[in-house]
């Protein structure tokens, strides 16, 4: 299972609170934790750890942080060849609130992740051939996005797009995109519905007549929802005491990607980024979240002994 992930990589800096801070607010006694992030390289290592052959491609910074960031990919098993290197600008840098509830609130700071520009695909372009799936997001610009979405649907090549932060998504890039990936705000934003407890159909059918094959609605402890021209289907959420938000939508994507690159995506399929998602809110930071793939397959083992026990 060929992934090649192209996006983002940041250094998280996270401070965990009793509360967000209001505007104006200052909460003292944070507990500080850096950690590595980014969408693209948090869905990279989720793919990784859950059994995909992966390449990601990003761009770092003229910092210490890039040789941090590169050993600790080729740790993850994930090829780093068609890293870009930016003399320019920093790594990107993400500032997060993560409150006691497991809420949080981020600012990211982009830096190199914006030099990440359609005009270097060519340094790429080579890897694209080779996969079975690309995934991106919406933290490099949306040219390149869109460029390498359309040259690898010419190509034959499956397209995972989680378009976060929130984008408007033009047709033509829409009709390129395989599987959307959105969370019911995302969902919204896209869909130009607003969204309510009943209406994840509507929104779903207006994604899919925009162009897209297949939407999928991440509704974080209430599940997933999917559809697309053939099914209809929703899991419940797995229940597991939730300490850290942070990654679980992208330990999901990277989960799904896995699964999604070799078949159709189906139940089995969302069943296992749900499962993934579920372990990784149980664990603090981004990264450092990402269960493993025996651990998603022990823990789905063990949901399936508990339901035939209470049968």
Request: net charge negative.
């Amino acid at each position: 299972m060929k992934v090649v992930v192209i996006g983002s990589s940041n250094i998280d800096m996270v401070a965990q609170v009793s509360h967000l801070p209001a505007p104006g607010e200052t909460v003292g006694d944070a507990n500080f934790m850096q950690s590595l992030g980014g969408k693209g390289a948090n869905q990279a290592v989720a793919a990784a750890r859950l059994g995909g052959s992966v390449t990601f491609v990003t761009s770092l910074g003229n910092d210490m942080y890039a040789d941090i960031l590169k050993k600790h990919f080729k740790k993850e098993g994930i090829t780093t060849d068609y890293i870009i290197d930016d003399v320019h600008h920093p790594t990107g840098t993400a500032l997060i609130f993560v409150a006691d509830s497991g809420e949080n609130c981020i600012a990211v700071a982009p830096g190199a992740n914006y030099s990440l520009l359609p005009g270097s695909i060519t340094h790429f372009s080579e890897v694209i051939d080779e996969a079975d799936i690309i995934v991106m997001q919406a933290e490099i610009p949306y040219e390149t996005i869109k460029k390498i979405a359309l040259s690898a649907k010419q190509k034959g090549k499956k397209i995972l797009f989680n378009p976060a932060p929130a984008c408007l998504i033009d047709e033509e890039l829409m009709k390129a995109i395989d599987i959307l990936v959105v969370n019911e705000l995302e969902a919204s934003f896209i869909s130009g519905i607003e969204y309510r407890d009943n209406n994840l159909e509507e929104i779903a059918e207006t994604l899919l007549k925009a162009g897209t094959s297949n939407v999928v609605i991440t509704l974080g402890s209430q599940g997933v929802y999917m559809k697309n021209a053939k099914a209809t289907m929703q899991l419940p959420g797995c229940k597991v005491n939730a300490i850290d938000t942070i990654a679980a939508g992208d330990t999901f994507c990277g989960a799904l990607a896995v699964v999604c690159a070799k078949k159709e995506i189906d139940q089995e399929a969302l069943n296992f980024a749900n499962t993934a998602a579920a372990i990784a809110v149980t664990r603090s930071g981004a990264q450092p979240s990402i269960p493993t793939l025996d651990e998603v397959k022990h823990f789905i083992l063990e949901k399936e002994l508990a339901l035939s026990f209470n049968f």
